[in-house]
């Protein structure tokens, strides 16, 4: 009977008794001496996954593998046999009738199951993943392994803003020279008076104010990188996974060092504990304050900045000296700020006739967002108008006499909320900057 016929014979017997190990690996041993050895490892490699230390079928997979001769000691079909003298002089035997040393061995393959760096054919499967399937499979709802920092990436940027960009602001400004700028570009004053290159700052004002144009701001003036931060970054379903991510977050700032963090919405991770129901939130809130002290790794050359509508949301814990310790407001910009944001949203835009003055002095309470959708609403009237008339004409004054009566500043109800929290919850001075805007307007 041809070799064929006996192959087609076994198939249709394993077929029929698929868990008949041994006949499956007698199969395999013949699927090898016929050159196929494609089909072979499929049984090979059911074999091994029934008895992953079974030595025949590790032998039949080496060899499939390898596409050598068989192992020795080992026959082509797979069963034992008594081989050749096997004492120290059994390796420089030539082989019977060649006259010839052995055929060298087979290159070396992945650890074979049961060796120390193997996980139960990990490395067999990876390999064979297009001809043998899996053994497990892993449900729908499993989350999906932890492989560790490389499977997390963030985005440090290169800001290539500075606080030239930044309309406005002195005060802000100067206040930033004094705690981070200034000590950066003196390091021999600064090794001289010990002033530390850690440190926090939180921006607290209206919503679209610039906080957070302000932070790349600064990080561009350092020529530090920057990195932002903000609840969606942090927050995993998993238990522990949200601390975990936020402690990477951290030490990636400290391995780009000299690097401007900046959190978002810092009052959503550091929310008042006392207020916080869920535990969840809770720790996250306790590894935020370890990682501003540098429990876990050295802060230095990291700056803090964080951002945030609701400072009295914020926990106190956090502004404590060493952590977010200094506090600046953010207010909706002055005059010379507004002129040069609506410079800024009008230099690329045909305009003629426009009164800057006219519209500054009509937007007091409107926030730099504000003054960039006034410019955006104006160019649109505009734009409508020369598709009805049919012709093309520039964005005049009358465009904005009109979007002004449309754009209401958004600063309004903030400033609402914020006055009740300057007279009734103002007992440690945070909001004594805050109180004094509002009196000089005229609000209290």
Same mark, same amino acid.
């Given at each position: 009977? #041809?070799?064929?016929?006996?192959?087609?014979?076994?198939?249709?017997?394993?077929?029929?008794?698929?868990?008949?190990?041994?006949?499956?690996?007698?199969?395999?041993?013949?699927?090898?001496?016929?050159?196929?050895?494609?089909?072979?490892?499929?049984?090979?490699?059911?074999?091994?996954?029934?008895?992953?230390?079974?030595?025949?079928?590790?032998?039949?997979?080496?060899?499939?593998?390898?596409?050598?001769?068989?192992?020795?000691?080992?026959?082509?079909?797979?069963?034992?046999?008594?081989?050749?003298?096997?004492?120290?002089?059994?390796?420089?035997?030539?082989?019977?009738?060649?006259?010839?040393?052995?055929?060298?061995?087979?290159?070396?393959?992945?650890?074979?199951?049961?060796?120390?760096?193997?996980?139960?054919?990990?490395?067999?499967?990876?390999?064979?993943?297009?001809?043998?399937?899996?053994?497990?499979?892993?449900?729908?709802?499993?989350?999906?392994?932890?492989?560790?920092?490389?499977?997390?990436?963030?985005?440090?940027?290169?800001?290539?803003?500075?606080?030239?960009?930044?309309?406005?602001?002195?005060?802000?400004?100067?206040?930033?020279?004094?705690?981070?700028?200034?000590?950066?570009?003196?390091?021999?004053?600064?090794?001289?008076?010990?002033? #530390?290159?850690?440190?926090?700052?939180?921006?607290?004002?209206?919503?679209?104010?610039?906080?957070?144009?302000? *932070?790349? *701001?600064?990080?561009?003036?350092?020529?530090?990188?920057?990195?932002?931060?903000?609840?969606?970054?942090?927050?995993?379903?998993?238990?522990?996974?949200?601390?975990?991510?936020?402690?990477?977050?951290?030490?990636?700032?400290?391995?780009?060092?000299?690097?401007?963090?900046?959190?978002?919405?810092?009052?959503?991770?550091?929310?008042?504990?006392?207020?916080?129901?869920?535990?969840?939130?809770?720790?996250?809130?306790?590894?935020?304050?370890?990682?501003?002290?540098?429990?876990?790794?050295?802060?230095?050359?990291?700056?803090?900045?964080?951002?945030?509508?609701?400072?009295?949301?914020?926990?106190?814990?956090?502004?404590?000296?060493?952590?977010?310790?200094?506090?600046?407001?953010?207010?909706?910009?002055?005059?010379?700020?507004?002129?040069?944001?609506?410079?800024?949203?009008?230099?690329?835009?045909?305009?003629?006739?426009?009164?800057?003055?006219?519209?500054?002095?009509?937007?007091?309470?409107?926030?730099?967002?504000?003054?960039?959708?006034?410019?955006?609403?104006?160019?649109?009237?505009?734009?409508?108008?020369?598709?009805?008339?049919?012709?093309?004409?520039?964005?005049?004054?009358?465009?904005?006499?009109?979007?002004?009566?449309?754009?209401?500043?958004?600063?309004?109800?903030?400033?609402?909320?914020?006055?009740?929290?300057?007279?009734?919850?103002?007992?440690?001075?945070?909001?004594?900057?805050?109180?004094?805007?509002?009196?000089?307007?005229?609000?209290?």
């Amino acid at each position: 009977m #041809s070799s064929d016929s006996v192959i087609d014979s076994l198939t249709s017997a394993v077929n029929a008794s698929p868990q008949d190990v041994p006949l499956r690996l007698h199969l395999a041993g013949l699927l090898l001496d016929a050159g196929r050895p494609a089909e072979a490892i499929a049984h090979v490699g059911q074999a091994l996954a029934s008895n992953p230390a079974d030595p025949q079928a590790q032998a039949l997979m080496q060899r499939a593998l390898g596409g050598g001769a068989p192992a020795p000691g080992t026959p082509a079909s797979g069963t034992p046999a008594p081989g050749p003298a096997t004492g120290p002089d059994a390796a420089a035997e030539p082989a019977a009738g060649t006259g010839a040393a052995a055929d060298p061995p087979p290159p070396a393959r992945p650890p074979r199951p049961g060796q120390p760096g193997d996980d139960s054919l990990a490395a067999y499967e990876q390999e064979l993943a297009d001809v043998v399937p899996p053994r497990f499979s892993p449900a729908g709802d499993q989350p999906e392994p932890v492989t560790g920092d490389a499977d997390r990436m963030f985005d440090v940027e290169v800001s290539t803003v500075r606080l030239g960009d930044v309309g406005g602001m002195t005060e802000v400004k100067e206040r930033l020279e004094l705690a981070f700028l200034g000590p950066l570009r003196n390091p021999e004053l600064r090794k001289l008076y010990g002033k #530390s290159l850690r440190g926090g700052l939180m921006l607290y004002g209206p919503p679209g104010c610039g906080k957070t144009f302000l *932070a790349k *701001a600064i990080a561009g003036e350092m020529g530090a990188k920057f990195i932002s931060l903000s609840i969606v970054d942090v927050l995993d379903m998993w238990i522990g996974n949200s601390e975990r991510n936020l402690h990477e977050l951290f030490q990636t700032a400290r391995r780009s060092a000299p690097c401007v963090l900046f959190l978002d919405e810092v009052d959503a991770l550091g929310h008042k504990r006392s207020k916080v129901t869920s535990s969840g939130m809770r720790t996250i809130g306790n590894q935020l304050l370890a990682e501003l002290d540098g429990v876990e790794g050295n802060n230095e050359g990291v700056f803090v900045l964080a951002a945030t509508n609701t400072p009295w949301d914020v926990d106190p814990a956090l502004r404590r000296p060493g952590r977010l310790d200094r506090v600046v407001l953010v207010l909706p910009p002055d005059a010379p700020a507004r002129t040069s944001i609506l410079e800024y949203h009008l230099r690329e835009r045909p305009i003629a006739n426009i009164d800057i003055r006219r519209i500054v002095a009509a937007t007091e309470d409107f926030s730099g967002a504000d003054l960039a959708h006034l410019c955006e609403s104006a160019a649109e009237y505009a734009m409508a108008d020369s598709i009805r008339r049919g012709e093309v004409r520039m964005i005049e004054q009358r465009d904005f006499d009109r979007a002004l009566k449309d754009v209401r500043p958004s600063t309004k109800p903030w400033f609402a909320t914020a006055r009740n929290v300057a007279m009734f919850a103002n007992e440690g001075g945070m909001y004594d900057d805050l109180v004094g805007y509002l009196k000089r307007r005229k609000l209290i």
